[in-house]
């Protein structure tokens, strides 16, 4: 519970007293927002958004933030797996239908970039749009020899985001790659994420702050982080920059990398999140995206309330 | 009677080593059991690691012993995703289940008993029929859908009740509907035969050729005895209903031990359900003893047959 | 003292069979079931043909066609019968998929427990002594934990999947089995015709196998119809809580599961038609498992 602080720096609070209550299941924070229990409530997705929507008295707030979701392929420097081939990641990047994804689980407020990097960033190459065509994908997939799909293993996720690998899930069982679901709880998660213990599929988002060229070190350049593998064409280039004075030149140079990363369809990019959150009729200023780019109600002592 | 109680007592220590024994061999047994013991999303030094620190390379029987030892203390591992004690952890969610299963446990008694009664007072009549179309529901239709089936009606259709959470009696009323309802047709069943074996007892008969009037019989002499059974039943079923009580936890986002079952399923908690299934069975077979040692004390001639 | 405390710490369907006769004896024994046998075959015939009467893929959906309401609702249309799930999926191509995951898994984990369990029973009452008493402690120990328990207990260990659900139902359901083949076959022991046979010098495990495991092939028989209800409606839990069989297959449990999100928003035909089939199901199970035991063995009503 926060209390309101008088003399804060900014101005007064309007509101003296905050209360934060942790409820873990999302349909019973829309029924608790929906009685009046409470006042905002974060993230709320699908479904029960749109009821949100339909509801008099509520309304939904999306915020995008800087956090791009993705699908990573860490079996793709293995010579025997299938998504060594190009040709695969690229049909599996057609088989997604990233609209129908997005109206349906973020009411369509998510940004489909088709780019790791978020939008945001400064360096950030916008990639052509990504496309859906579940028969071209087929067509991909027939001529890499896998005519009939394949068994793809495990897809990894953040437990939160199993809505999201649902529906991958389900547009690429489509195109025949059937692979089995395997939520993890979010520390598990990204230990295992950075421990590079995983295998097959990988989906997985980063809000992590800064420009194209931490992006990429972390994610896509040798000894990154998050990096399973490497490409040596783009370590090369991505030494290049870094020790580049020249801005212009540098920003061409991470271009070249960005529109590598999007051709070889290293990664696959799934949207970069709209987290939605609701307000109750008693609020008149919600906070909810007072600051672009952050997915919380903030700043606190902007808070208002329309009636006690 | 110390000799029975005693020889209660190590039938139930028996039981329990049998129970840990199962649940221990289970665990090593198949596949690699460093898998569970560890984190998910552990790397290759993560398992060796657990390997050490749980001695799994060490004889069987050795890694049994030291399992009892942490058992007997009270130490069933850490949550990987709460990161307290799974003791603790289960100890501050018990009273929620003990909660909800005493409600369910009342709603199956006042209806289990009375419509049993009365089933076994009418034999053949309707309320028998009813009865028995009562018992086959409750055995037929699981306590999940039943759960929501209540949902839909009284918390989407009619919004009268909260569909989730807990902490006012309202929360309460639909869970512990959704639980009672298997053992209300239970109790139903038990107290009908119960009743019908009680009422054809020389006891009653003897009641009724001494002109007392039926209700008299009913009521005071027939209800008491057969009654006997029911409530043993109820105290047993108290226990299994704090134990199946998973599905209708999970349902109605109850915070009780049944849902941190299912936490533990879902976020691959190994010591989490390890904990519950042990405490689980730990309970029933204490229960058992408990009650048929009352049971002993209560009633001489048990005591006799043993 | 046994006998009580058996009858007071076993699950409740045990306690009530030592004690009462048929709960069905309205039903004359000539009556046949017919519904029950009606819309169970109905079940088998979908489950069989599910391929060729399933008007879509019951494991891809198209996500643009999701929470379709059923056909008749305002909104629904005769392409999606029954209406969508939250990815499209057919809710009728589902159900009769799942109506096959529901009667294999329950035919088999029936068959699994029964056979174990038979076994198990015929040699521990036969032979007595040792074997008898572990069998029986081991047989009363699982008998304490309660089904569910047990069986998620197995299943966070070994992981979910079809073939591992049907183990896991078998390892926990044995013993209800083996508790009541073991009471037959002691009574069995003192027949003349058994005690002709050791007269006669046959071997053990001739005796068992020649002479007593006929005989307790009915109530084997009659306990798996009663069992199928119930293992369908654990095999039904399990999936639900996501530890059964495993998605994107169209379990009814897991359907209840998946369809529990829409409860909220009043998309009903996601939880009350599969749970409606559960029911069905089961029902019809237990109805005609009452009347086979009635009707094969007099002598079974003790069950």
Redesign the interface.
């Not at chain 3, 939250?86 to 999926?89: A, E, P, Q, Y």
């Given at each position: 519970m926060l209390e309101a602080f008088d003399q804060y720096w900014r101005k007064t609070p309007n509101v003296k007293r905050l209360v934060f209550r942790v409820i873990p299941d999302e349909a019973t924070r829309l029924a608790a927002l929906k009685r009046g229990e409470v006042d905002i409530v974060y993230s709320i997705r699908g479904e029960l958004a749109e009821e949100l929507q339909r509801t008099k008295g509520l309304s939904l707030k999306p915020a995008v933030i800087q956090a791009p979701f993705w699908l990573y392929f860490p079996d793709q420097w293995d010579a025997k797996s299938p998504w060594h081939d190009e040709r695969v990641r690229r049909a599996a990047a057609l088989a997604i239908d990233y609209d129908t994804i997005n109206q349906a689980l973020t009411l369509g407020y998510s940004k489909i970039t088709g780019s790791i990097v978020p939008y945001t960033f400064d360096y950030y190459w916008q990639p052509p749009a990504p496309k859906y065509d579940p028969a071209k994908a087929k067509q991909l997939l027939a001529a890499a020899g896998y005519p009939n799909g394949f068994d793809a293993g495990e897809y990894y996720c953040d437990a939160s985001y199993s809505n999201l690998a649902e529906a991958v899930l389900n547009n690429l069982e489509e195109i025949g790659i059937r692979a089995k679901l395997r939520p993890l709880e979010r520390a598990a998660f990204f230990k295992g994420y950075l421990e590079k213990s995983f295998k097959n599929l990988i989906q997985a988002g980063s809000g992590a702050f800064g420009n194209a060229a931490t992006r990429l070190e972390a994610f896509v350049v040798k000894g990154g982080a998050y990096s399973y593998g490497s490409y040596p064409d783009i370590d090369a280039l991505f030494a290049q920059q870094a020790a580049e004075l020249d801005h212009a030149r540098r920003e061409a140079t991470l271009h070249k990398i960005q529109q590598l990363v999007n051709e070889r369809a290293i990664y696959v990019h799934l949207w970069q999140l709209a987290f939605l959150n609701g307000a109750g009729p008693r609020v008149k200023e919600s906070g909810l995206g007072l600051i672009p780019s952050y997915a919380y109600s903030a700043p606190y002592e902007d808070l208002t309330l329309a009636r006690p | 009677m110390t000799r029975f109680i005693a020889r209660r007592i190590g039938y139930s220590l028996v039981s329990l080593f049998l129970l840990s024994l199962t649940i221990f061999l289970f665990v090593r047994v198949t596949g690699d059991p460093a898998v569970l013991l560890v984190e998910p999303g552990a790397s290759q030094a993560d398992l060796d690691a657990i390997r050490e620190q749980f001695g799994l390379d060490q004889p069987i029987w050795v890694q049994y012993v030291s399992f009892i030892a942490s058992l007997a203390h009270g130490d069933f591992g850490q949550s990987f995703y709460y990161r307290t004690p799974v003791f603790e952890l289960y100890l501050t969610r018990l009273p929620n289940s003990l909660m909800l299963a005493l409600a369910a446990m009342a709603f199956s008694l006042l209806i289990g008993i009375p419509s049993g009664i009365l089933a076994a007072v009418r034999v053949g009549g309707f309320w028998d029929k009813a009865g028995k179309i009562f018992a086959l529901l409750g055995l037929s239709v699981p306590s999940f859908w039943i759960g929501l089936v209540l949902i839909l009606f009284f918390s989407v259709y009619l919004q009268w009740l909260p569909s989730s959470g807990s902490g006012t009696p309202l929360h309460l009323l639909m869970p512990a509907f959704a639980l009672g309802w298997y053992f209300a047709a239970a109790h139903m069943r038990l107290t009908r035969s119960s009743m019908l074996e009680v009422l054809g007892s020389e006891y009653i008969k003897l009641a009724r050729l001494k002109g007392l009037p039926e209700a008299l019989v009913i009521g005071k002499h027939a209800f008491k005895n057969a009654l006997i059974p029911v409530l043993t039943l109820a105290g047993i079923n108290l226990v299994i209903m704090i134990n199946v009580a998973v599905v209708v936890e999970t349902v109605f986002a109850w915070p009780g031990i049944g849902r941190l079952l299912y936490e533990g399923i879902t976020f691959r908690d190994f010591p989490v359900v390890q904990g519950v299934v042990i405490m689980g069975g730990t309970m029933i077979v204490v229960v058992n003893l408990v009650i048929d040692v009352l049971y002993a004390v209560i009633d001489p001639r048990i005591r006799l047959e043993a | 003292?046994?006998m009580?405390?058996e009858a007071?710490?076993s699950?409740?369907i045990t306690?009530?069979a030592i004690?009462?006769p048929s709960?069905?004896e309205?039903m004359r024994l000539a009556d046949f079931p017919l519904v029950p046998v009606l819309i169970l075959v109905g079940f088998a015939v979908i489950a069989i043909f599910a391929s060729v009467l399933a008007p879509h893929d019951p494991?891809?959906?198209k996500?643009?066609a999701?929470?379709r309401p059923p056909a008749w609702q305002h909104g629904g249309s005769m392409e999606y019968l029954l209406g969508t799930d939250?990815?499209?999926?057919d809710v009728l191509s589902r159900l009769m998929f799942g109506a096959r995951i529901s009667l294999v898994v329950g035919f088999t984990a029936v068959i699994v427990a029964g056979a174990i369990g038979t076994v198990l029973g015929i040699v521990s009452g036969y032979l007595g002594g040792w074997v008898d008493q572990v069998i029986m402690?081991?047989t009363?120990?699982?008998l304490?934990?309660?089904a569910?328990?047990?069986a998620?207990?197995?299943?966070?260990?070994?992981g979910p999947s079809e073939m591992n659900i049907v183990i896991i139902l078998g390892a926990v359901y044995w013993t209800r089995y083996a508790r009541v083949i073991r009471g037959e076959v002691l009574s069995l022991k003192e027949r003349e015709f058994v005690r002709l046979a050791i007269v006669a010098g046959l071997s053990k495990s001739k005796i068992m196998t020649r002479h007593i495991l006929p005989n307790v092939i009915n109530s084997a028989i009659v306990l798996g119809t009663l069992m199928l209800?119930v293992v369908i409606?654990t095999e039904?839990?399990l999936s639900?809580?996501?530890?059964g069989v495993?998605?994107?297959k169209p379990a009814w449990g897991l359907m209840?599961s998946d369809?529990?999100?829409?409860?909220?928003?009043?998309?009903?035909w996601l939880?009350?038609l599969p749970?409606s089939c559960?029911?069905l199901m089961?029902?019809s199970a237990?109805?005609l498992g009452d009347w086979l035991r009635v009707k094969l063995d007099p002598q079974l009503r003790q069950l």
């Open positions: - | - | 003292m046994t009580r405390s007071v710490s699950e409740v306690a009530q004690r009462e709960r069905f309205f494991e891809v959906g996500l643009v999701r929470f939250h990815l499209g999926r402690r081991i009363d120990t699982w304490a934990l309660p569910l328990t047990f998620i207990f197995l299943a966070a260990i070994v209800g409606v039904a839990a639900f809580l996501g530890i495993p998605p994107p209840l369809g529990k999100r829409g409860l909220m928003v009043g998309y009903w939880t009350v749970g559960i029911v089961v029902l237990n109805l």
